[in-house]
């Protein structure tokens, strides 16, 4: 299995501030045949599924706002808010979905406002 | 614009088979190259990836689960569906199917259905 550990836990974050999560995979998601790191973000707001927001690793998912974006290759990586807004309040989850069975989620965390 | 669609009994007798089906509309099951998964997530915790299927029919499944599992899909009815065998307390969970694109990944989610086993 592929262990997907994100930090921190919980986050409390200003609003028009910086939101920086981190997500690390015990063994690479970067496929060498076509240089992609197949690595998702997802928000998921209570009462409601998983909503994909960064694909590839760093390829934002239409019609989410450019505040959100995704950084990082292998086996570290970061997702970043810009400027935190209240709709953000939410919690966050890093997804491997390539390769190595099963395909699974960071514990997620839980982004709030300060 | 494709939508999916959880539906099937709300609570399952502990030892019994819980059965779920995903209904998509706006588009077909058939076409396209795409997974159809199942994801789980217990109340208050994190998601866990269940498997998936091709539309070819071929399946991969949780290592962990894959004893119990069987997920199969239905064209004609453009619909695919989740078996887990002798479910207990621990299969309780909010089930989500899941349309995910096979080369980049991009994916759609059914609003969940809530499934608790007990007697």
């Known amino acids: 299995d592929i262990v997907m550990t994100q930090s921190p836990d919980s986050l409390a974050v200003s609003l028009g501030e910086r939101a920086t999560i981190n997500c690390k995979s015990s063994?690479?998601?970067?496929?060498?045949?076509?240089?992609?790191?197949?690595l998702a973000w997802y928000q998921q707001k209570p009462g409601q599924p998983p909503k994909l927001l960064i694909y590839w690793a760093s390829t934002r998912e239409s019609g989410v706002p450019d505040r959100f974006s995704g950084s990082g290759s292998g086996t570290d990586f970061t997702l970043t808010i810009s400027s935190l807004q209240a709709e953000d309040v939410a919690i966050y989850y890093c997804?491997?979905?390539?390769?190595?069975?099963?395909?699974?989620f960071g514990q997620g965390t839980k982004l709030e406002i300060k | 614009q494709v939508q999916l669609q959880e539906s099937g009994p709300g609570l399952v007798k502990p030892s019994q088979t819980l059965s779920l089906t995903c209904t998509v509309s706006g588009g077909s099951i058939s076409s396209g190259s795409y997974y159809w998964s199942w994801i789980r997530q217990p109340a208050g915790k994190g998601l866990e990836w269940i498997g998936r299927?091709?539309?070819?029919?071929?399946?991969n499944y949780n290592p962990s689960l894959k004893s119990r599992v069987t997920i199969s899909i239905d064209t004609s009815k453009n619909q695919f569906s989740l078996k887990l065998s002798s479910v207990t307390a621990a299969d309780t969970a909010v089930y989500y199917c899941?349309?995910?694109?096979?080369?980049?990944?991009?994916?759609?989610w059914g609003q969940g259905t809530m499934v608790t086993v007990s007697s």
């Open positions: 899941v349309r995910r694109e096979v080369y980049s990944g991009r994916n759609i």
């Open positions: 299927i091709y539309t070819s029919g071929s399946t």
């Open positions: 063994q690479s998601v970067l496929y060498s045949s076509n240089n992609k790191n197949y």
């Open positions: 997804q491997h979905y390539y390769g190595t069975l099963p395909f699974s």
